[in-house]
Each structure stands twice: as structure tokens, then as C-alpha cells.
């Protein structure tokens, strides 16, 4: 029954091995394809097409609307015929002055349009986060197979050696017991991170935008880019897109209570026509026009006063905002940055201690092999050599996935 087991244990295992190197991805290959495929991303940039156009339509508003007509008419009397008639003509109108509401229209969705590539820029950062992380998962996930594999091996050597000690009436059957349960524990192990591997694959294909979802295998390494000897200041705050947008908003408002209060003013417009009419093409006689219009609603019940009030109310509202965001930042800054540095130099005492405990593995071993030390002892500084492994490897993690997040508040796009 057991030999039954671990056939069908490797056949697993090598049909997920064949299955893996079905396609490879770089770093650069997953944000390539998100690019084009993430439906995140492809939302905000329709988003600032959307203002662009919007900007563009404000720009109407300083040009003349022209329009064109033509009829024909029948009439008819006890008296006369039936008499047709023929007309056309072209007509225009040009605002000249609308209290300053045009010109205050236009800059708010200049803003816009800044606003929407800000936020794409903040869209952009959080897919790319998103997308690094199920990178970085895929490739802990990846590595911790290979780990997993070494565990094994190491495991399954430690019960080849307390076996024959045991057989030699050296050991007692506990501890051949004990290794070999941690034997099965690491082919546990083993094929849990396999599967793993597709849990983390099909996770970032759907961050990609992918449809399809296959296991993949990525390449790169576990290693941390961004040097943490140089502590950033407070002037990188200015430079996040959360902080801009929310300082455009604030800009915007001021526009928004300067097109409220152009309801307090006068509008003035220029039209004109030229037409023609007449029964037939040949004898139709012309007209021309040409007006000046001055307007001012001075009552238009109240509605300019309560549109003032809640302009003004808005930009206060913009102004808090962007205060509390501020403070936000200031603070994400010094808990971001921290962890950063926090995960980086944990790094370096991982590998410490790694190296410690190789080396003790290593001495530990000869000596219990020469019956110089307990088995007890022995297998402390073998768990402690396989624990430490463990423990750097995911340390390397957390420190990839700390300057994920750093980049991520700062609103990077790689």
C-alpha cells in the first residue's frame, strides 16, 4: 500500500512538473501583456479620452453657432390658385460675454483632464502593484518547490542515517519514527507547494486580464532593487498623484465659484441672418439682420444664490480634503518606508543565521555520526538548518513585497 502511495505520489508530481513548463514570463512580458489586456487599465484610459473630449467640447463655447435653413410652402384660396413659396437662409449667433462662466468652464476641465491622468497614473500604479505581487508570489511559489525538494532530499537522507544507526542497535525507535514522519511532512510539503504554483499562476493571469488560465512559470529572483541608505523627506509627498489630484480638486473648486458667480452677471451676444424667400428662385427678394442682446436674469428665484452657497461650500469641502489626505501621506510615508526598511535589514539577519546554522548542520552532523553527540542535540541544528532556510526565503518575500508597497504609495509605474 505504501509503495501504491509514493508511485502515485512522483506520477503526480512529474505530470505537474510537465505541465508547468507549458509557458515562461518575464517581469516585462506580464507588464506588457496588462497593458493591453487589463480591463482596470483599459477603463482609465477611456476615462481620459473621455475628458480630453470634454475639454475640447469647452472650447465650443468661444466660437460662433451657425445654422442653415430652407422651406417651401403651399397656400391656397376660394380666389387664387395653389401659390408655392421658396425660402433659405443662414443664421449665427456668437457669445461675447457670458460673466465669465466660458472662461471658467474651460480651465475646470483643463483640470479634468489632468485629474483623469493623474488617476490613471494612480490606476497604472495600483495594477502594476497588484501585478508584482502575484509575480512575486508565483516566483516565492516557484522557489519554494525547489526548496521543498532540497527539505526532502535532506529529510529523507536524515532517516537513511538514523535507520541504519538504528538497525546497528545505536538509535531507538522513536526517533527512527520521528524522521521519518518529518520525511512525509516534507513530501507533504512538496506537493502542497506544487499545487501552490497554480493557485499563484491563475491568480496573476486574472491580473494580468488574462481569459485563459493555464499554469506558468516566471523568471527573476527574490532580490530587492531600491537602496535604503538614503531616507526620502517629506518633498516626495508633492510628487504622489493621490496629493496632486487632491490639490487639483481644490484648484478646481475656485473655477466652480467663478462660474456660479457668472450668474450674477450679464450676458451679451451678437446674432445675425441673411435669408431669402419667394415664389420662384428667380425673383426672391433678401434679408439681412444683424443684433446686439444684452440679458440679466436679476431674479431667477434665488437659484444664483443657493448655486454660490454650494460652490463655496465645495471648495471648503476641497480644501479639508486635501488636508486630511496630506496628513494621510505624511503618515503612510514614515509606515511605508519603515516597513521597507524594516523587511530589507531582516534580509541580512535571515542570512546570518542561515550561514550560522549551515555551519552548526555541518559540524553537528560529522559529530553525531562519530556518536560524539545525542541525537537530540543532532536534530535541533537540523531542524534549526532547515527552519532558517525556510525563513530566509521568506524574508526575501517580505522585503520585495515591502518595496512593492513603497512604490505603490509613491505612485511608480515601471
Not at 505504501?2 to 508511485?7: A, E, G, N, V
Not at 516566471?218 to 526620502?232: A, F, R
Given at each position: 500500500?505504501?509503495?501504491?502511495?509514493?508511485?502515485?505520489?512522483?506520477?503526480?508530481?512529474l505530470f505537474i512538473a510537465e505541465d508547468i513548463h507549458s509557458q515562461s514570463f518575464s517581469w516585462q512580458d506580464v507588464l506588457s501583456e496588462s497593458k493591453k489586456l487589463n480591463s482596470t487599465l483599459i477603463r482609465a484610459e477611456e476615462s481620459i479620452k473621455n475628458a480630453r473630449l470634454s475639454y475640447h467640447v469647452s472650447f465650443t463655447n468661444f466660437l460662433p453657432q451657425l445654422s442653415?435653413?430652407?422651406?417651401?410652402?403651399?397656400?391656397?384660396?376660394?380666389?387664387?390658385?395653389?401659390?408655392?413659396?421658396?425660402?433659405?437662409?443662414?443664421?449665427?449667433?456668437?457669445?461675447?460675454?457670458?460673466?465669465?462662466?466660458?472662461?471658467?468652464?474651460?480651465?475646470?476641465?483643463?483640470?479634468?483632464?489632468?485629474?483623469?491622468?493623474?488617476?490613471?497614473?494612480?490606476?497604472?500604479?495600483?495594477?502594476?502593484?497588484?501585478?508584482?505581487?502575484?509575480?512575486?508570489?508565483?516566483?516565492?511559489?516557484?522557489?519554494?518547490?525547489?526548496?521543498?525538494?532540497?527539505?526532502?532530499?535532506?529529510?529523507?537522507?536524515?532517516?537513511?542515517?538514523?535507520?541504519?544507526?538504528?538497525?546497528?542497535?545505536?538509535?531507538?525507535?522513536?526517533?527512527?519514527?520521528?524522521?521519518?514522519?518529518?520525511?512525509?511532512?516534507?513530501?507533504?510539503?512538496?506537493?502542497?507547494?506544487?499545487?501552490?504554483?497554480?493557485?499563484?499562476?491563475?491568480?496573476?493571469?486574472?491580473?494580468?486580464?488574462?481569459?485563459?488560465?493555464?499554469?506558468?512559470?516566471?523568471?527573476?529572483?527574490?532580490?530587492?532593487?531600491?537602496?535604503?541608505?538614503?531616507?526620502?523627506?517629506?518633498?516626495?509627498?508633492?510628487?504622489?498623484?493621490?496629493?496632486?489630484?487632491?490639490?487639483?480638486?481644490?484648484?478646481?473648486?475656485?473655477?466652480?465659484?467663478?462660474?456660479?458667480?457668472?450668474?450674477?452677471?450679464?450676458?451679451?451676444?451678437?446674432?445675425?441672418?441673411?435669408?431669402?424667400?419667394?415664389?420662384?428662385?428667380?425673383?426672391?427678394?433678401?434679408?439681412?439682420?444683424?443684433?446686439?442682446?444684452?440679458?440679466?436674469?436679476?431674479?431667477?428665484?434665488?437659484?444664483?444664490?443657493?448655486?454660490?452657497?454650494?460652490?463655496?461650500?465645495?471648495?471648503?469641502?476641497?480644501?479639508?480634503?486635501?488636508?486630511?489626505?496630506?496628513?494621510?501621506?505624511?503618515?503612510?510615508?514614515?509606515?511605508?518606508?519603515?516597513?521597507?526598511?524594516?523587511?530589507?535589514?531582516?534580509?541580512?539577519?535571515?542570512?546570518?543565521?542561515?550561514?550560522?546554522?549551515?555551519?552548526?548542520?555541518?559540524?553537528?552532523?560529522?559529530?553525531?555520526?562519530?556518536?560524539?553527540?545525542?541525537?537530540?542535540?543532532?536534530?535541533?541544528?537540523?531542524?534549526?538548518?532547515?527552519?532558517?532556510?525556510?525563513?530566509?526565503?521568506?524574508?526575501?518575500?517580505?522585503?520585495?513585497?515591502?518595496?512593492?508597497?513603497?512604490?505603490?504609495?509613491?505612485?511608480?509605474?515601471?
Open positions: 500500500m505504501k509503495t501504491f502511495k509514493k508511485l502515485f505520489f512522483y506520477c503526480f508530481i442653415a435653413s430652407a422651406g417651401i410652402s403651399e397656400s391656397k384660396s376660394d380666389v387664387s390658385d395653389i401659390r408655392e413659396s421658396y425660402s433659405y437662409g443662414l443664421s449665427g449667433r456668437l457669445s461675447l460675454f457670458s460673466g465669465f462662466s466660458d472662461i471658467s468652464q474651460l480651465k475646470s476641465r483643463k483640470l479634468d483632464l489632468q485629474i483623469a491622468e493623474l488617476e490613471y497614473k494612480r490606476v497604472l500604479s495600483d495594477t502594476i502593484y497588484n501585478l508584482k505581487t502575484s509575480f512575486v508570489n508565483l516566483l516565492y511559489a516557484q522557489e519554494t518547490v525547489k526548496l521543498s525538494e532540497e527539505i526532502l532530499k535532506r529529510r529523507s537522507e536524515i532517516y537513511e542515517l538514523v535507520k541504519f544507526k538504528y538497525d546497528a542497535g545505536l538509535e531507538d525507535k522513536g526517533s527512527l519514527l520521528r524522521v521519518e514522519a518529518d520525511k512525509y511532512q516534507a513530501e507533504y510539503d512538496l506537493s502542497k507547494s506544487k499545487r501552490n504554483i497554480r493557485t499563484a499562476s491563475v491568480q496573476m493571469l486574472k491580473d494580468i486580464g488574462k481569459d485563459e488560465f493555464e499554469v506558468i512559470v516566471v523568471t527573476g529572483s527574490l532580490n530587492v532593487y531600491i537602496s535604503t541608505d538614503v531616507v526620502p523627506t517629506y518633498k516626495v509627498i508633492k510628487e504622489i498623484p493621490d496629493y496632486m489630484i487632491a490639490e487639483k480638486n481644490m484648484e478646481k473648486s475656485e473655477y466652480n465659484i467663478k462660474s456660479a458667480r457668472s450668474e450674477f452677471f450679464p450676458s451679451l451676444s451678437l446674432s445675425g441672418s441673411i435669408n431669402k424667400s419667394g415664389e420662384d428662385w428667380a425673383s426672391m427678394t433678401e434679408s439681412q439682420s444683424v443684433g446686439l442682446s444684452l440679458s440679466y436674469p436679476f431674479f431667477p428665484g434665488g437659484r444664483n444664490f443657493y448655486n454660490l452657497k454650494i460652490a463655496k461650500t465645495n471648495k471648503r469641502i476641497s480644501e479639508e480634503t486635501f488636508r486630511f489626505i496630506k496628513q494621510g501621506l505624511v503618515v503612510n510615508l514614515e509606515s511605508t518606508w519603515n516597513n521597507f526598511v524594516d523587511a530589507s535589514e531582516n534580509v541580512k539577519v535571515s542570512e546570518r543565521y542561515f550561514d550560522a546554522s549551515e555551519q552548526q548542520s555541518e559540524i553537528r552532523t560529522t559529530k553525531y555520526i562519530n556518536g560524539l553527540i545525542s541525537y537530540q542535540d543532532w536534530y535541533t541544528s537540523e531542524n534549526d538548518y532547515i527552519s532558517s532556510k525556510r525563513t530566509l526565503l521568506n524574508s526575501k518575500r517580505n522585503a520585495i513585497l515591502s518595496e512593492i508597497s513603497w512604490k505603490k504609495f509613491l505612485g511608480l509605474a515601471e
